[in-house]
């Protein structure tokens, strides 16, 4: 017997969406290291032999260094932000570490719609010794933005009924435990800067540290990268020595 065509109907059900937004608490310093604006041209059109009198020129140039590394915020309640995808990138590392979910399930299932997140805090010139990426890991001075006691704030939507709020506000406090954000975080295993705290509004468990370091937005910001304040004493022997060949060579 020949079977009939039978038409079958599929009903499918959309995607819900949830969305929170969360408080990140800095509980160790957070060190910029956007790259260069030169080093990017470099990428682009290649970087050209020097001269003798540009061979001659001081290797670094910390002010310089110090502007480049940090990533602008266009307009906002701050200059300074920080890429999300840094963020997302911390939480889907967490996954690892986190019972009942993975990491690939949290890089689908949760988006972060904010191309950066605003952070508040003083700017502080950073001076440190760093190994290079090259075959003898040649070692070098590097310069970059540090801030001591900093906080930030971030929408996440996420996949309901998968995932819930509550497994987003462990995931995120488990991203700044055993992750962090920026050079030398706590991922990377040696460091443990860029580490941070959950909150939100409703919870406000730290709503004093929160309203303290918010006060320190934009116009304190653009002040400290124009007044440079120096964020250590290390750093501070190293940039006078800087000054003070500066002078020599122009002499």
Known sequence: MVKKNT?????????????????MIGQTPIIFNRMAEK?????????GRKTAAQKKEIKHNPELEFRSSIHKMVDGDTLIGFPASGV????????????????????RLIFLPQ????I????????????SSD??????????????EWCAEVDITFITPTLSQHSIVSLLQNAGMICGIGDNRQ???????????????????????????????????EKAMKDIIINDAETQELYDFYKEEVIKRAA
């Open 7 to 23: 038409n079958t109907t599929v009903t499918i059900d959309a995607l819900k969406q949830g969305r929170v937004t969360l408080r």
């Open 39 to 47: 080093a990017k041209r470099d990428l682009l059109i290649g970087a």
């Open 88 to 107: 997302k990138g911390a939480m889907a590392t967490a996954a690892l570490e986190t019972e009942g979910v993975n990491k690939t399930s949290v890089n």
């Open 115 to 118: 191309q950066k997140i605003s």
């Open 120 to 131: 508040w805090g003083t700017p502080k010139l950073y001076m440190d010794v760093v190994r």
């Open 135 to 148: 075959m003898n890991k040649t070692p070098d001075v590097r310069t970059r933005a540090i801030i001591n």
């Open 187 to 221: 991922e990377k295993g040696k460091g443990n800067f860029g580490s941070w705290l959950v909150d939100f509004e409703g919870n406000d468990q730290f709503k004093d540290v929160w309203e303290t370091r918010t006060k320190i937005g934009r116009k304190a910001q």
